[in-house]
């Protein structure tokens, strides 16, 4: 493997998660890049250019490149509305491929419509198509109904990506059996590569300093939510379990949210604000309830460090990196028994499971590890050697890179015995890299 073309139409390694559309994925594409990189290879990261002041290629660390494509306006579009552009986002892709210096080995796409734009080139440049969903339409359409935004053409999509993609990446089992029951995918081209933390930012600290250094009290019993303001991550669930808690418990018990896009009035994610502060003054715990908005990388690990318990609690979660994180820093996890929290957290060993929209089962939980601090010490440092034994950047770098590698051998074994023509790329890569090649007609 000596050049991996990664494409995330929407989610930029670059961008600061927490914000809109801006999470797991991010987060994800981010560091495998860095992990591939690492091993050796160029790597290429193709994503949207989403403003006029973004240069067409950054170099962006040792053998990382980000390439922003130029397919829509430049400027902020919801990830629900980018389909229509994804034809154009193929094209940009294609000028660059046809310029490029060394051909690429395999190309790894990530959501749907990464996929849909990568496709043809695959094809047509004869490369090993691997694909991470991230979250796939159907089910979230079970769990979001009428607020999903995406059009149901997205099921048509995903339907044709599975059948083509030469690889799936399920990142939990509960992922790779969605894949099989509600699209048909062939259980033999799925690969299950979880995502990962990490471990240089993530870390225990004691947790006074932490406390002090993100301007909290000693003695209440901490919870923490870290992550996307939107309906489906079950905010809401959590205020109304803190009011379980201080009232039928009597914990005196203290909820911070980080996370959201809440800085000005005009911020994306006010409107969701809005609502859970209307919710946290019906349940009496305004006054209980911090929103400390988006925070840099390097600062989360004091909010893991100085919490009691991280609590998240989504409707539904493809696989949720918050709690490998949180438990990497030694804190005790309470998630909702769905997706892959279910399988990141051990339930009665490194937290608890508790069902989705169920305050009272959340604050009964969450009173168990406010009443028996050696338990809650005992739970993190089993979560601990859990996400350094399984979910380490370095390890699913690895997973990955053998995966990408076997299917790699595979199609140059099939070209060799097979194809008697000269591969695409000895016709195509006749040009050097021009930094503006998209500008070009």
């Known amino acids: ?3 991996i073309a990664i494409v995330s139409e929407h989610a930029s390694p670059q961008a600061t998660p927490g914000s809109v559309d801006s999470g797991g994925q991010n987060i994800y594409v981010a560091n495998i890049a860095r992990e591939f990189a690492g091993l050796g290879c160029q790597v290429d990261v193709f994503t949207r250019l989403d403003s006029p002041s973004q240069q067409a290629v950054v170099e962006w660390g040792n053998n990382i490149r980000i390439v922003h494509v ?3 306006p430049a400027c902020y579009v919801p990830k ?3 389909m229509p552009f994804m034809d154009d986002f193929s094209r940009a892709m294609r000028h660059y491929f046809e310029a490029s210096d060394e051909p690429y080995d395999l190309i790894h796409a990530n959501f749907f419509m990464s996929a849909m734009a990568a496709m043809p080139l695959a094809r047509d440049f004869d490369l090993p198509l691997v694909v991470t969903f991230h979250a796939l339409g159907r089910v979230r359409r079970q769990y979001q109904v009428a607020a999903d935004g995406f059009p149901d053409l997205r099921f048509e999509v995903e339907d044709r990506v599975v059948r083509q993609a030469d690889c799936i990446i399920a990142e939990c089992p509960q992922d790779k059996e969605d894949l099989i029951t509600l699209y048909g995918a062939d259980p033999a081209r799925i690969s299950m590569v979880p995502c990962g933390f990490d471990h240089q930012e993530m870390s225990p600290m004691e947790q006074q300093r932490a406390r002090t250094s993100v301007g909290w009290s000693e003695h209440p ?3 923490l939510q870290l992550g996307r303001m939107v309906p489906r991550k079950g905010i809401d669930n959590v205020i109304q379990a803190l009011s379980r808690l201080r009232g039928r418990h ?3 018990a203290r909820l911070c949210v980080v996370g959201g896009d809440i800085a000005t009035e ?4 006010r409107p969701e604000l809005e609502r859970l502060r209307d919710l946290a003054s019906h349940e009496g715990v305004a006054d209980h309830v911090e929103f400390a908005g988006q925070r840099v990388r390097n600062q989360l690990k004091r909010y893991y460090c100085a919490a009691d318990v991280f609590v998240t609690t989504p409707w539904y979660e493809p696989f949720g990196i918050t709690p490998v994180e949180a438990m990497a820093c030694a804190t005790p996890v309470i998630g909702a028994d769905t997706g892959g ?5 051990v339930d009665g060993e ?4 508790v069902p989705v929209r169920d305050p009272d089962a959340l604050a009964r939980k969450l009173a168990l590890l406010a009443n028996n601090i050696e338990l809650a010490r005992a739970m993190g440092q089993a979560g601990r050697q859990r996400a350094n034994e399984l979910f380490t950047w370095k390890r699913v770098g690895q997973e990955l890179m053998a995966v990408f590698t076997s299917l790699c051998r595979d199609k140059r074994s099939k070209l060799v015995a097979h194809t008697t023509h000269p591969s695409s790329f000895a016709v195509l890569r006749n040009s050097r890299l021009d930094r503006n090649v998209f500008n070009e007609d």
């Open 350 to 353: 490194t937290g608890y499971l």
């Open 1 to 3: 493997m000596r050049k």
């Open 70 to 72: 130029p397919a829509g």
């Open 341 to 345: 929290i279910r399988y990141t957290v």
């Open 266 to 269: 005009r911020g994306q994610d």
């Open 250 to 252: 009597g914990v005196d």
């Open 221 to 223: 019993f901490y919870v």
């Open 80 to 82: 629900e509305e980018l």
